[in-house]
């Protein structure tokens, strides 16, 4: 019985700690008990031992599901390491060979083994499942159990199938284990476990010492990322990107701008990935570019800064993720990029999905999104994600905290929001509920016949910018929540009636609002270190060069480039082209002028031109742009080359747009022709030939929904090739 122990001593005993933290003991103490135990315990908070310790008291060997072949050898190692024997711990997956795994059944049937770790596929094999019927087993750990649900950032399809390997087994108590899940997400595990009735332990998941910020992602990305990092010199951290590409990339452009980087993912081989985690725990690179593959069980305390390059799927991988810095207490930043055209994009590779699949990730997107668009405390936002009240109105630790915004009042407008949830019967989302309290009679609403309701269109005279904000801070407010079985279904709570019958003073922050192109709205450039006059005077000298060529402005360099300029003051041809969207024909062909402007700027104003700012870009990245060149020389149809190349068609315009506006004349007529009505093609050149802009949301505008968006793109490349190359 868990009374016969005195578990401090034992504590001190096994793991050399003086004291338990936070819920540990209770819960050590409920699986000595032979109870189920779920905890909730944020990365960092000692989850581990809940299950190692009560595993070297009790008889027989705990089984410990594990999704990472890594993590688990870290932690054998680990416990390997505390004990007077071998064999106290192992584990059992597809890297061991077939004499390793003999020699863990013989430690195991010996009684040595107390702790046994195993990947959930090992779980589930047959000739395992025998076995293991012929060990007694102390209890089950499921390790990072929010795999098991497909709400969980790191869904794995085997973990749905640890019940039914414990029913051929035997029967044991359970403890499941993680750093993050939503309510949705616990209510699964357990359901999915069969542990309904289990013990909840659920720790606090604010870090007080963690900030946290949200940027616009610029053009510019990889030089704000050099420029962090050199100013954090000698500091450890993370950058994660989605993609292996982008890892690969950026670890090469950090590595070439004297950065001890590497890049880690699950396409370079165990070794590399090995020496890589060992020489950032060892310090001898700083730090580590990677997808989510990498950090997992990684007990390093004093990584300083954790940064997305790519805004995450979930907010639960976020928070993980995140929770990686300042382990030890101290400094921790988390700064995430974030852009609309990023998240179209990742909605965009749900598509071929299941259905359900796809309806799953959107919803974690737009919880991904709110938290980035919102203009209210991070720290209030994530912790309510959670289900975990922030009392407090000011974090003091946050941008939106630092740099709050002027409240507005919006009272009518959730008194709306509550009405309209109430007349359609709590049974609609977030998007259906905009729709209908706008007036807009979508072809879904219609079939309810729901434009057909009283209230119908009563919020449409009311800016449309403000029903997101007041939603989302709705939800904070507690006037209304969504639904855990029917996740996304808004429904009212006693708070949202009584608002209702007597509505209150609601003041609200509106949103901070993302652009597509890159560019924040309402800002003047992409790093906040733009020269305004500088920026003026080559927007003037634009215009001149224009008129005097019979060009439109944009075909000479388009404005991120001028606010590049007004920002890096390139004085030479081949500081011009580290310019975003200059190459050398464009450098050679329009670069004397600016660059000339730009030395007597700064020779008069006395400015010295920051040397930090010049960061040295990467002649591998430009391969795959040679390829596509000399492709389409050959003149290779561009869907071809798109699917030669792996990519989707609208991101091998973007690679040939990139091309164009960098100063390279390529000729497309071929494939034009094939491809677009030839009337269409003179209507879209001549508005391109008349235009102030190149942006393609205006030109869609002005020239209509009969042109769609990939003609409009091909017909300015062709434009851009002729007049600006």
């Known amino acids: 019985m868990p009374q016969e122990y005195n578990l401090t001593e034992k504590l001190k005993h096994y793991f050399g700690f003086d004291k338990f933290k936070g819920d540990q003991e209770e819960i050590v103490r409920n699986v000595l008990a032979g109870k189920d135990s779920f905890v909730l315990m944020p990365t960092g908070g000692g989850k581990s031992l809940c299950y190692q310790l ?38 059992l997956n597809s890297s061991l060979k077939k004499g390793s795994i003999d020699q863990v059944k013989a430690d195991i049937i010996a009684g040595k083994t107390k702790l046994l770790y195993v990947a959930p596929e090992s779980l589930n094999k047959d000739e395992n499942m025998q076995f293991f019927r012929s060990v007694k087993v102390s209890f089950y750990a499921i390790d990072e159990a929010h795999c098991i649900s497909e709400w969980g950032h790191d869904f794995r399809p085997e973990y749905r199938k640890i019940r039914y390997a414990i029913e051929q087994i035997g029967v044991a108590p359970i403890i499941a284990l993680t750093a993050t899940a939503t309510d949705k997400v616990r209510t699964d595990i357990k359901r999915s476990l069969g542990i309904e009735d289990a013990r909840e332990f659920k720790s606090s998941f604010n870090r007080p010492n963690l900030y946290y910020e949200v940027r616009q992602k610029t053009k510019d990305i990889d030089k704000q990322i050099i420029m962090y990092i050199r100013q954090n010199a000698g500091k450890s951290g993370i950058v994660y990107c989605l993609s292996r590409k982008k890892v690969e990339e950026l670890a090469a452009v950090l590595q070439a701008n004297d950065i001890k980087a590497a890049p880690y993912h699950a396409g370079l081989d165990s070794e590399t990935r090995s020496k890589t985690q060992d020489d950032f725990l060892m310090e001898e690179i700083d730090v580590i570019v990677a997808t989510i593959a990498f950090g997992m069980g990684i007990d390093k305390p004093d990584v300083r800064f954790v940064i997305h390059y790519d805004i995450p799927k979930s907010l639960e991988g976020y928070y993980q993720e995140t929770g990686r810095a300042g382990r030890d207490g101290e400094e921790g930043r988390c700064i995430a990029f974030y852009s609309n055209k990023d998240l179209k994009k990742l909605e965009k ?35 309510h994600y959670f289900g975990e009240e922030y009392t407090q109105s000011n974090c003091h630790n946050c941008d939106n905290c630092l740099h709050p915004k002027t409240k507005v009042e919006g009272k009518d407008a959730l008194l709306i929001v509550l009405k309209a949830v109430r007349v359609l019967k709590e049974n609609f989302r977030q998007e259906y509920i905009m729709d209908f309290i706008r007036g807009r009679a979508t072809d879904d609403l219609r079939d309810h016949h729901h434009d057909e309701l009283e209230e119908f269109g009563a919020g449409e005279n009311l800016d449309v910018k403000i029903w997101n904000p007041v939603i989302r801070q709705a939800l904070i407010a507690g006037y209304i929540k969504k639904d855990v079985e029917n996740y996304g279904l808004l429904k009212i709570t006693a708070a949202g009636n009584r608002f209702i019958q007597n509505p209150q003073s609601f003041m609200i922050v509106m949103d901070t609002e993302f652009s597509d192109d890159g560019i924040d709205e309402g800002s003047e450039g992409g790093t906040g270190a733009l020269d305004l006059p500088l920026f003026a005077m080559l927007k003037d000298l634009r215009k001149h060069v224009a008129r005097r060529l019979e060009r439109p402005p944009y075909v000479i360099f388009q404005d991120v480039s001028l606010e590049q300029m007004a920002t890096m003051y390139p004085v030479n041809e081949q500081e011009l082209q580290n310019i975003q969207g200059v190459g050398a024909g464009k450098a050679k062909r329009y670069g004397k002028e600016f660059c000339e402007l730009i030395a007597n700027y700064c020779k008069e104003n006395d400015i010295e031109r920051p040397e930090e700012l010049r960061v040295r870009t990467v002649a591998k990245k430009s391969v795959q742009k040679v390829k596509i060149i000399q492709e389409i020389d050959h003149q290779i149809p561009l869907d071809d080359i798109a699917t030669a190349e792996g990519l989707p068609f609208d991101e091998l315009l973007d690679k040939v747009e990139e091309i164009v506006y960098s100063g390279t004349r390529l000729n497309i007529d071929y494939f034009i022709d094939e491809v677009i009505d030839e009337d269409h093609l003179d209507d879209i050149y001549d508005y391109f030939a008349e235009s102030e802009t190149d942006d393609l949301d205006t030109a869609q505008g002005e020239l209509g929904d009969e042109y769609s968006e990939d003609e409009i793109r091909l017909v300015r490349i062709k434009f851009l090739s002729e007049m600006a190359n």
Not at 69 to 86: F, H, P, R, T, W
């Open 54 to 91: 009560p595993s070297l008291l009790m008889d027989g060997t705990a089984i410990v599901v594990s999704p990472l072949i890594a993590l688990m050898k870290n932690q054998v190692d680990v416990i390997n390491g505390m004990s007077e024997q071998d064999g106290v711990a192992h584990y």
């Open 349 to 383: 590779f749900m598509e071929g999905k299941p259905v359900a699949e796809q309806d799953i990730g959107r919803q974690l997107l737009q919880e991904t999104a709110a938290y980035a668009e919102s203009s209210v405390c991070r720290r209030k936002m994530l912790l």
